[in-house]
């Protein structure tokens, strides 16, 4: 059985940092594509953050994300994380860990989904 499980969610101000962390068993974590995405209340679903598998070293950053915040991955733990620095009042939204097998970052490219882990970031 495969499970995503997310933690590290919280109430931030504006300026703030969070570390996120995505647990994965149930399947091969260093094979699968990994990417974080959030959807805030009345949006779509976008993609944040996504990482390769091993075989390849490529990393995706939303523009609006990009030089604050950092994705990477444990082998180790079968734990992927999202560093999320110099947080924003728009950064508010669930955020939410999947596991795809094509590289991309689009929701539609990921197959297995966590739970969701709610930030608030506030002004």
């Known amino acids: 059985q495969v499970q995503l499980v997310e933690s590290g969610g919280g109430l931030v101000e504006a300026g703030g940092s969070l570390s996120l962390s995505c647990a994965v068993s149930?399947?091969?974590?260093?094979?699968?594509?990994m990417g974080w995405f959030r959807q805030a209340p009345g949006k779509e679903r976008e993609g944040v953050s996504c990482?390769?598998?091993?075989?390849?070293?490529?990393?995706y950053y939303a523009d609006s994300v990009k030089d604050r915040f950092t994705i990477y991955r444990d082998i180790a733990k079968n734990t992927v994380y999202l560093q999320m620095n110099s947080l924003k009042p728009e950064d508010t939204a669930v955020y939410y860990c999947?596991?795809?097998w094509g590289w991309g970052c689009s929701p539609d490219d990921y197959y297995y989904w966590g739970q969701g882990t709610q930030v608030t970031v506030s002004s």
């Open positions: 999947a596991a795809g």
């Open positions: 149930g399947l091969a974590f260093d094979s699968y594509v």
């Open positions: 990482i390769s598998g091993s075989d390849r070293s490529e990393t």
